[in-house]
C-alpha cells in the first residue's frame, strides 16, 4: 500500500533541479510526480518515479544525497471538492499530515493525492473505511 | 591639551631605569615560578635553564615560551602559584577546544590591574571628573570587572552598564551624562546606529573619549566611530592571561600605537616560524612576560597577535614602550563581536552531533557593524531527512550547541555533500570577508 519515494537535499542555487532531471533523464527513469518544499537556505525534492533503486544510484554517484521514505498515494475523482474531502476524513480520525502534493493523471479524470503522515499505518485505515481508493507505485506509473 | 599621568615618575623614568626594575622583577619571578610550579621547572629543567642564569635582560630570550595549551594541560589551577585561599577571582576566556582557559588574581593581583586600568583611562585623558560607561560585558570575561576596578581607582563615576540593550544605553548616556565610553569597537558603532534610529543627535550628549578593543579595528574604523559618535576614539590592548584590558593603552598624541606599562608587562617580539627575538621596529608575535603578578604570573606568553614595538619616547612625555594596532593572528583565531572563537571549537562541538561528517566551513562577515558568523554543514544520508523541520531542528541544534559552548550566536546553513571545497592540504575552514 505504501508508495517508496526518493527526496533529494537541495542547496538554493541555480541549476540544481536542471542537473538532477537531467542524470535521471539520461538513466532513463521517468518521474511521475515531484515536489519541493523550500526554506530561505534549502530545499528537498520530493520524486516519485519508475525506476526506484536506478534513480537512487545514479544521483548518488553524482553526489547528491538522496533518502528513501514510505508515502500513501490516495485516488480522487478530479473535481470540485475531491481533496476536501479526503482531508475531512482525515482531520475526523486527528490524522496530521506532514506534507502532501498531488498531480492529475493523463487522461484528466482522476488526480492522485501524495501523503506523507505521521501516523501512517492509521492513515491507511482511516482512508480505507472512508472509502478512498489506495494505489501502488506501479499503477502510478501505469497512469 | 594638559599632559596628565597616573603614575607619572615610572611612565616618564628614562630607560636605564625603567631596565632595572625590569630585571630585578623579572630574576624574583623567575626564582619564585620555578620554586613553586612544577610545569615550568619541568620546562625550564629541559631547556638548560636556572633562575640564577638569568643575569641581564636579554637572557629573557633563554626561557621557555607559554602556550595556551600549557594553560588547558594544566586545567583549571595548575598554573597558580600560590595557595588558592589567597585567591580573590578567577576569570576565564575559551580555550581552543572545550575547556576554557582559567586565570587567578590575588588582592594584590586586583590592586596592580586596577592601577595598570587606572593609568590606561588617565592616558586617554580620562580623569576624576569623568562619568564612565563601561559598556564591556561583565562576567567570565575580564574587560568588564577590569576596567570597573580601575575606573573605581581613577575616582571617576563608573556605570557599570555591560554589553547588550543599546536603546537603555542611549537613554542612560543621554540622562546620566556619560563623558566616556568603554566598549569594543563594533558595538560602539552599533550604539551608534542606535542614536541614529532614537533620533538622538551625538552632539547632544557629552561623549569625549572612548577606549575601544577586545577585536582587531582598522583606522577607518576608528574613522567611522569618531565621526559618528563625536569623540576621540583610543586602543586598548589586553588578554586574559597577561592580565586583562590594561596592559596597553593609546595616548591622546600617540601616532604609533598603544603605550605598555611594561613595569608591569615586559614585550618582545618574536619570529612566529623560529621563535628567535627580533631587533625593535620589526614585525612578528607579541610575547608577554608578567612581572608582578602573583597568582597566575606567564613567563614568554605568546599571544600569537602580531605587532611590533617603538621606543622613541612619545610626545606625551612617555618613555613606555609602545606596540602597533594589532594587524593579525599567527593562528586561525577568530574574533566575533568580541569573542575569540577558534575553528577547532567549532569541531568540537560538531563531531559532538550525531551522523555530522568532519566537513565544514566558517564564513565571517561583518554586516552595518555587527560581525556574523556561519557555519556550514554537509547534508549526509544520516542527516538528511524528507521533512523540513526535521532538517531546520538539526540547524536550530547545532546553533544552540555552539551558543553554549561558544557564547556567541551563529547561523547554521545545511549544504549539499562536497559542496565545501576538499583541499590537498590543511582544509580551509575559515572565510574572513571581513574589511578590517
Not at chain 1, 7 to 13: G, I, S
Not at chain 1, 72 to 93: H, M, Q, Y
Not at chain 1, 96 to 123: C, D, H, P, Q, S
Request: with cysteine.
Amino acid at each position: 500500500m505504501l508508495v517508496e519515494q526518493i527526496a533529494v537535499f537541495l542547496e538554493n542555487k541555480s541549476g540544481r533541479l536542471a542537473e538532477i532531471t537531467t542524470v535521471l533523464a539520461d538513466a532513463g527513469v521517468n518521474i511521475r510526480a515531484l515536489s519541493v518544499a523550500d526554506t530561505a537556505d534549502f530545499g528537498i525534492l520530493r520524486l516519485i518515479v519508475d525506476k526506484v533503486e536506478k534513480a537512487k544510484e545514479v544521483l548518488r554517484d553524482k553526489g547528491f544525497t538522496v533518502g528513501k521514505t514510505h508515502v500513501i498515494a490516495v485516488e480522487v475523482e478530479d473535481r470540485t471538492g475531491g481533496l476536501a474531502k479526503v482531508l475531512s476524513c482525515l482531520k475526523e480520525a486527528n490524522i496530521n499530515v506532514e506534507y502532501m502534493y498531488a498531480f492529475v493523471n493523463r487522461t484528466g479524470e482522476n488526480a492522485v493525492l501524495i501523503f506523507r503522515f505521521e501516523k501512517m499505518e492509521e492513515a491507511i485505515k482511516t482512508l480505507k473505511k472512508g472509502g478512498f481508493t489506495i494505489i501502488s507505485r506501479e499503477q502510478i506509473c501505469a497512469l | 591639551m594638559s599632559l596628565t599621568y597616573w603614575e607619572e615618575e615610572i611612565e616618564t623614568l628614562p630607560r636605564v631605569g625603567l631596565e632595572s626594575i625590569q630585571l630585578r622583577r623579572l630574576q624574583h619571578l623567575v626564582a619564585r615560578v620555578y620554586r613553586t610550579v612544577k610545569p615550568y621547572r619541568v620546562k625550564m629543567e629541559e631547556a638548560g635553564v636556572k633562575p640564577e642564569d638569568i643575569k641581564t635582560l636579554s637572557d629573557l630570550s633563554r626561557l621557555p615560551f607559554t602556550v595556551k595549551n600549557d594553560l588547558r594541560d594544566n586545567y583549571p589551577f595548575g598554573l597558580f602559584t600560590v595557595p588558592l585561599d589567597e585567591v580573590v577571582r578567577v576569570h576565564a576566556s575559551s580555550g581552543t577546544t572545550g575547556k576554557p582557559t582559567v586565570v587567578g588574581y590575588t588582592q594584590k593581583d586586583i590592586e596592580t590591574w586596577s592601577n595598570v586600568m587606572a593609568r590606561a583611562l588617565c592616558c586617554a585623558g580620562a580623569t576624576k571628573g569623568d562619568m564612565v560607561h563601561n559598556a564591556y560585558g561583565y562576567g567570565l570575561f575580564t574587560g568588564g570587572l577590569g576596567a570597573h576596578y580601575g575606573i573605581e581607582r581613577l575616582g571617576a563615576t563608573v556605570i557599570p552598564v555591560s554589553g547588550g540593550n543599546s536603546k537603555r544605553q542611549i537613554n542612560i548616556m543621554r540622562d546620566f551624562g556619560s563623558t566616556v565610553l568603554l566598549s569594543t569597537p563594533s558595538y560602539a558603532l552599533n550604539l551608534a546606529d542606535a542614536m541614529d534610529s532614537m533620533h538622538v543627535d551625538p552632539k547632544s550628549l557629552s561623549l569625549r573619549v572612548g577606549i575601544f578593543g577586545a577585536e582587531p579595528w582598522s583606522e577607518n574604523m576608528r574613522e567611522e566611530v569618531e565621526r559618528k559618535l563625536n569623540l576621540k576614539a583610543t586602543d586598548i590592548y589586553g588578554l586574559s592571561e597577561v592580565m586583562g584590558p590594561g596592559v596597553a593603552q593609546e595616548c591622546l598624541h600617540s601616532d604609533r600605537g598603544m603605550h605598555i606599562f611594561e613595569d608591569h608587562f615586559l614585550p618582545e617580539i618574536i619570529d612566529p616560524d623560529t621563535g628567535e627575538v627580533l631587533p625593535p621596529g620589526e614585525k612578528g608575535e607579541l610575547v608577554f612576560t608578567t612581572l608582578t603578578k602573583e597568582a597566575f604570573p606567564i613567563i614568554r606568553y605568546r599571544t600569537k597577535d602580531i605587532s611590533r614595538l617603538y621606543y622613541e619616547t612619545c610626545a606625551c612625555g612617555r618613555t613606555l614602550v609602545r606596540m602597533e594596532k594589532v594587524t593579525g593572528r599567527t593562528d586561525d583565531m577568530l574574533i566575533i563581536r568580541g569573542v575569540n572563537v577558534f575553528p577547532s571549537q567549532v569541531e568540537h562541538v560538531l563531531m559532538g552531533v550525531e551522523g555530522v561528517e568532519p566537513h565544514y566551513q566558517i564564513v565571517v562577515e561583518r554586516e552595518g557593524n555587527l560581525d556574523t558568523m556561519e557555519v556550514q554543514v554537509e547534508v549526509s544520508e544520516g542527516l538528511f531527512s524528507d521533512e523540513i523541520r526535521v532538517l531546520e531542528k538539526l540547524s536550530r541544534h547545532i546553533q544552540k550547541e555552539i551558543k553554549d559552548l561558544l557564547g556567541v550566536t551563529c547561523k547554521v546553513k545545511l549544504v549539499e555533500p562536497k559542496s565545501i571545497q576538499r583541499s590537498e592540504g590543511k582544509a580551509q575552514r575559515v572565510i574572513d570577508n571581513r574589511k578590517i
